[in-house]
């Protein structure tokens, strides 16, 4: 079970910190990620980072300014959202896989609830 919190309204430019906490024994072996849908649009990959040495992917669209992050001792995914733009604006769902670190959606079994993020200009 995944639970995300963190969001909330911000104005361009600033920041927020999404956490996804997850319930489980194994957390350390899944890859965990986050992906985003904004109203009307389809859900889309926005970072993963991967059980092994913790290796991390980004959409372009988040590059230099989103980091994901893990603490496996509390069993949670962090997602640092920094030079936040309007276009950012979106729910944002925290997922796990065990499998695969891929950026594609239909392959996660796992989903948090998802947290609306909003960015005013």
């Known amino acids: 079970q995944l639970q995300a919190s963190g969001g909330g309204l911000v104005q361009a430019g600033g920041s927020l910190r999404l956490s996804c906490a997850a319930s489980?024994?194994?957390?350390?072996?899944?890859?965990m990620a986050w992906f985003r849908q904004a109203a009307g649009k389809e859900r889309e990959f926005v970072s993963v980072?991967?059980?092994?040495?913790?290796?991390?992917y980004y959409a372009d669209s988040v590059k230099g300014r989103f980091t994901i992050s893990r603490d496996n001792a509390k069993n949670t995914v962090y997602l640092q959202m920094d030079s936040l733009k309007p276009e950012d604006t979106a729910v944002y769902y925290c997922?796990?896989?065990?499998?695969?670190?891929?950026?594609?959606?239909?392959?996660?079994?796992?989903w948090g609830q998802g947290t609306q993020v909003t960015v005013s200009s």
């Open positions: 997922a796990a896989n065990l499998s695969s670190g891929t950026t594609r959606p239909e392959m996660y079994a796992y």
């Open positions: 489980g024994r194994r957390f350390s072996l899944y890859h």
């Open positions: 980072i991967r059980w092994s040495a913790g290796s991390t």
